[in-house]
């Protein structure tokens, strides 16, 4: 067994600088004006919805989880859409169309702007749109045209009710102006009521509001036109545009320039950014992922910039790095950057790039498990990477030390996960002497293995942070190691921590004689051996997919480019359940464009004997029988059963024990980070 060594805290210097004030990118840390009011750089919180309003009421949470952007260096923040027009009741956000809200809302805009941050509330509808199930309740939209995604069909709304409108949002601006928030921002992208106007797919009217772009734009303008004269030239308006919505005969890029033209035309507007896709086909084009590439949309906003007639243009979609923002300021590509789900992991992004931190950003992994979280299942906002979003000591977090009445434990933590991970780094930093043991060669555990996958790798961020805390906090580690309870026992640890994760269980299908020949393993294991020597091979590859994650499907892209052929066998009627539905999207799309075979409704026929190269399925339902041939790949994705063989001889030996992660079941990396935080902060 090989000794227990503190890590070299190679990134020592790094953390050492964090009080030195070091100009590492200046053209992003440049200051800039909007309607006369003052931004101390060029970083802006583009808006995400937090769900974190409780019936309508701003909470504590939606305000501290501003006041942590601001307090971690963004100039701007939008904020998610608020209820401004008396027709609009959503229960998750904040309403300020009356004074229910009045202090509330001056406390928030007290709270941001103390930190020299302008508040900009954001103003949206969603017309016809939804990417929920079910339909929308009384739907209104420019036409009495069915929503591409939900089917929902809406009214058209009367040219009154729209002059209506825009007294009913002007007056609730001006609300939040009074409450102290420095402007608005009018979401007219993503599908939503704006969009519905500004689309010819979507806008089939023939009266003043319709037409061509002057009268498809009139509903915008209008409403720009309202708050400037109630509001003042000291006021931001900022416009959520459409650049491109994928969609065949709604606002592609040439569509695009003509609205950006018109409505930028009056210089009432103060700035501009473009987002792309609808409610549809095109939904994931909202929130691009990591199957694309970096800053996917920086060649439209090239294209675009030249019609906003001199508004400057906020840069947004899947920013990463400050070299990357240094990059488009001073290319003069953009005046501003737009980062949401770069903020949300680490609120401090600003203040870690400006002084020379960069190691220390803890980074969107781009999974969209924030947009699954508020979306699919309609919870507050969180992070895989980020475990204490909208907590008061969130922003540069690290743990409190231990107080005088506390004393110092020896922690052994089993398991090298990013669970464990997480734990270790939380209870080596208040104080605690951190030892984790771990099977495998380096950190990371199977997220390490996903991360090798196509479209995975910023899944590695969250390992690379981990370690680089580690190292800092002083964890030691024991790595290729197997644990076992007697070893755990004889160091006499105060404390244990179960990471160990789970395995696929074996599919009831599967006789034992085919387990014993390895002619069909657990794709984890499968996946491991085929990546470390990834031949081209002949042949079909098959996953039997009774877990519905992304892992699978990436999985399953891997094998295209190594076996001639793939199909996926699942006895679920659709692939990827267990996915948010933009992330449903891509894998479908990817899964298509890539040809590889999809059979629902099915399960493998294997009789004991079974020679392994032609593969019959049945039909669930039916019971109808099909064959692939000349399988030289097999393996299954099923549901995991937890690794913890090792808590009950710890129990029975009166040691202090914490299973977490899937050790303590089985679910995502989302409650894995959170798991291992919470465990490594109450030791």
Known sequence: MPLLQTCEPIYSNLFNRQNILIMSYPSLFQPFTLASLPLKNRIVHASMNTHMADNTRVTAALIQYHINRARGGAAMIVTEPISLAHHQNVYYRSRGYNDDNLDLLQRWAEGVESQDCRLIGQLQDPGRGRHNTGLVADAISASALPDDLSWTMPRALRADELRAMTDDFTQSVQRLQRCGFSGIEISAGHGHLFHQFLSPRMNLREDEYGSDVEGRTRFLRELVSSLRSACGKNFIIGLKLPGNDYAKGGVDLAEAAKIAARVTQSKEVDYVNFVQGTHGLALEWHLPDSHGPRMPYLDLFRQLRPHLNGVPLLALGRITEPAEGEMIIKAGDAELIGLGRGLLADPAWPLKARTGRETEIRRCTWCNLCWDAINTHLSNMKCVNNPTVAQPQETDWWPARLSGAQT????????????????????????????????????????????????????????????????????????????????????????????????????????????????????????????????????????????????????????????????????????????????????????????????????????????????????????????????????????????????????????ELRLIGDCRAPRGLMVATAEGHAAGNNI
């Open 408 to 655: 110092s434990k020896r922690v052994i933590i089993v398991g090298a996960g990013v669970a464990g991970m997480e734990a270790a780094w939380n209870a080596a930093a208040r104080g605690h002497d951190v030892t984790v043991i771990g099977s495998g060669t380096e950190t990371g555990g199977k997220t390490r293995l996903h991360a090798q996958l196509p479209g995975s790798a910023p899944l590695s961020s969250i390992n690379t942070y981990q370690l680089v805390a580690a190292q800092k906090a002083g964890v030691k580690f024991e790595l290729d190691v197997t644990a076992t309870a007697e070893k755990l026992i004889a160091l006499k640890p105060d404390s244990v921590v179960l990471a160990t994760g789970a395995h696929m269980v074996v599919p009831q299908w599967l006789p034992v004689d085919a387990q014993q020949k390895g002619q069909v393993r657990d794709l984890r294991s499968a996946i491991a051996e085929v990546l470390s020597a990834p031949l081209k091979q002949k042949g079909s590859a098959v996953i039997f997919d009774m877990d519905h994650t992304e892992a699978t499907y990436a999985s399953a892209e891997l094998l295209h480019t190594l076996f001639e052929r793939v199909y996926i066998i699942t006895p679920r009627e659709t692939i990827a359940n267990a996915t948010a539905i933009v992330t449903h999207q891509g894998i479908v799309r990817r899964l298509r464009e890539k040809r590889i075979t999809v059979i629902p409704l099915t399960e493998p026929q294997i009789s004991a004997g079974w020679q392994g190269n032609r593969l019959p399925y049945a039909d669930m339902i039916t019971g109808e029988v099909g064959i692939i041939d000349d399988v030289t790949f097999f393996a299954y994705s099923t549901p995991r059963k937890p690794n913890d063989e090792l808590a009950a001889p710890l129990r029975a030996a009166g040691i």
